[in-house]
């Protein structure tokens, strides 16, 4: 009978704990939904984390990816009602338009800060102590702290040339109230060095790394430069450019060469509209796989988190402004019946049909399949390896020279004996190699990605393109061309355009010149090879 009662007890206490666990997660997402911080749950944080309303040490508890204040799971309430997130426009109507103060928080301070009174280490007593600017990232000691620099206007810290103040964006809404339009007049009180910068992620790339990026460039940035294109495409996020002075803008694109290539078509549209004076400039912070278009303009070939999100917005100020080629690619299938128009690309990396196609081809079949299971960089390149290696035995691409015919220019080109045909735009190729130059041994004209040529290689099949890469062999030069046509006369074949591929039936493949895009390039990302590259190239526009 004890033994009963007990039992009845402990049932009875499961279920008030399990019913005060809902109820406090449905508060929290009450408070979540409600608030105007981005507060994100948490139980893990990097350092000793404290809570700005009890100050006691947090287990669990949830912290702003806008204004970074920091607060237990108890607290969660008053905390959103005591402190203030990040203005995005100015509210006081008292204050003066072109004046911000300081934004203190209390705690947390970010490892190696240091005060910006007495210039000592701060954030290093065991407690909830000193103070962060959630604008200009200053932080300062308790005792340093004074009414003076309580008072002090903010000057938005070493990022102010990239950060939209909200004073700005309060003036331009009077403006537009006034019909008035007149915003290089507005921008001229920030500088000429002022190059706001719209930060565009996707967070589903990199393993998802792009999800917590967002919340570093909302604390660093104003949260309404900072955009997930998953949630707001680019097209819309793109139109706080004509908010801003002409020719101005720059934009980050935190994703795969996929992402750039649907940041840079939405660019596009902004030209149709009209709107070429808010074109902006586009630098890349490389989160997917391949990565070839960031590798090329010397962001890398891939990002996990190796540099501080600080250091790449000091890569992006510094980065230097370059022109992109960009391809028309058209399909046309054959057949007296076909009524349906030509399948249109937009190419930025390079076209191909045989092996490597054929290796996209299977990997984003399976994906589609599993997407769980290619979570990661170095999973993703073991499957490539795997197709790669079936395709050395089955050859599903051979004879093609017997398949297509090949026109550079309008003229014929007698092909040997290959499995696939590479046409490039960038210098990289295949997640990291340099194609067209192959091993370096032979002396062949400079691949540029803003000289509206096209350079055309072959290859004899999959076990040749691995070796291409690991610089055991060169890949067949066909030659140069400002357009490429290409007849597929008989049978299947796979296709792909900057690692989009599919299955295509007889058809003629024309590549012609479509636009430019206006990229950002950083040059100190180079290495030894990218560096003499560069100089010959130089070398060759002084010549011209």
């Known amino acids: 009978m004890a033994s009963a009662r007990l039992l009845s007890n402990l049932n009875r206490n499961k279920r008030i704990i399990g019913r005060d666990r809902s109820r406090r997660q449905l508060l929290r997402r009450d408070i979540f939904r409600k608030s105007k911080h981005g507060w994100r749950d948490t139980d893990l944080f990097s350092q000793p984390t404290y809570c700005c309303v009890c100050a006691q040490h947090i287990l669990q508890g949830a912290f702003c990816d806008c ?45 190696c800060s240091y005060c910006v ?96 990026l967002l919340g570093e460039f909302r604390i660093l940035l104003n ?6 294109v998953t949630k707001t495409p680019p097209i819309k996020a793109l139109q706080l450019c004509t908010l801003l002075p002409y020719y101005s803008a720059r934009v980050l694109v935190c994703g795969g060469d996929g992402t750039v290539g649907w940041v840079l078509d ?70 007296y019946y076909n009524l349906r128009k030509p399948k249109e690309f937009t190419m930025n990396n390079y076209f191909s049909v045989g092996p490597d196609a054929l290796m996209a081809l299977n990997f984003h079949a399976h994906r589609e399949k599993a997407p769980y299971l290619f979570s990661s960089r170095i999973l993703n390149k073991a499957v490539y390896l795997f197709y790669g290696t079936k395709d050395c035995l089955v050859q599903e691409c051979k004879d093609l020279n017997k398949k297509v015919e090949l026109e550079l220019d309008g003229e014929r080109v007698e092909l040997p004996n290959l499995e696939g045909i590479i046409v490039l735009n960038i210098g990289y190729w295949g997640g990291g190699c340099r194609l067209w130059e192959g091993m370096g041994d032979e002396t ?66 024309t590549i012609t010149h479509k636009t430019h895009a206006l990229m950002l390039y950083l040059s100190g990302e180079q290495t030894d090879d990218d560096v003499s590259s560069t100089s010959d190239q130089e070398d060759i526009k002084d010549t011209e």
């Not at 070493?158 to 009077?174: A, D, M, R, W």
């Not at 949260?223 to 997930?228: A, E, L, R």
């Not at 070839?292 to 540099?307: C, M, V």
């Open 223 to 228: 949260p309404v430069q900072v955009f997930d």
């Open 67 to 111: 204004c970074g204040l920091r607060v237990d799971e108890g607290c969660l309430k008053k905390a959103d009602k005591r402190f203030q997130c990040k203005e995005i426009m100015l509210k006081n109507e008292g204050r003066a338009p072109d004046t911000m103060p300081h934004h203190w928080i209390r705690g947390n301070v970010p490892l």
């Open 117 to 212: 009174v007495c210039k000592q280490q701060c954030g290093s007593q065991p407690k909830l102590c000193d103070y962060r600017c959630i604008w200009c990232q200053k932080t300062v000691h308790d005792e340093c702290m004074k009414n003076s620099l309580k008072n002090e206007n903010c000057d938005f810290g070493e990022f102010k040339n990239l950060i939209i103040p909200p004073s700005y964006l309060t003036s331009i809404n009077q403006m537009r109230k006034d019909k008035k339009t007149d915003y290089e007049a507005l921008a001229s009180k920030l500088g000429k060095q002022w190059t706001p910068l719209i930060i565009l992620a996707n967070s589903r790339s990199g393993t998802n790394m792009g999800e917590g």
């Open 266 to 335: 939405s660019i596009d549209e902004m030209k149709i509209k009209g709107q070429e004076k808010y074109i902006p400039q586009v630098a890349v912070l490389p989160l997917g796989t391949g990565n070839d278009l960031s590798n090329t303009l010397g962001w890398g070939t891939g990002y996990a988190g190796e540099i501080p999100v600080a250091q790449v917005l000091r890569n992006v100020m510094e980065a230097d402004g370059i022109k992109l080629d960009r391809w028309k690619v058209q399909v046309t299938n054959k057949g």
């Open 444 to 509: 062949y004209p400079l691949a540029r990605h803003d000289d509206g040529l096209l350079e055309v290689v072959g290859v004899y099949g999959s076990f040749h393109c691995a070796q291409i890469q690991v610089k055991l062999a060169n890949p067949f030069r066909i030659g140069q061309a400002h357009t490429v046509r290409l007849i597929l006369k008989c049978s299947m074949m796979p296709m792909q355009v900057d690692g989009e591929p599919w299955a295509q039936g007889p058809c003629t493949v």
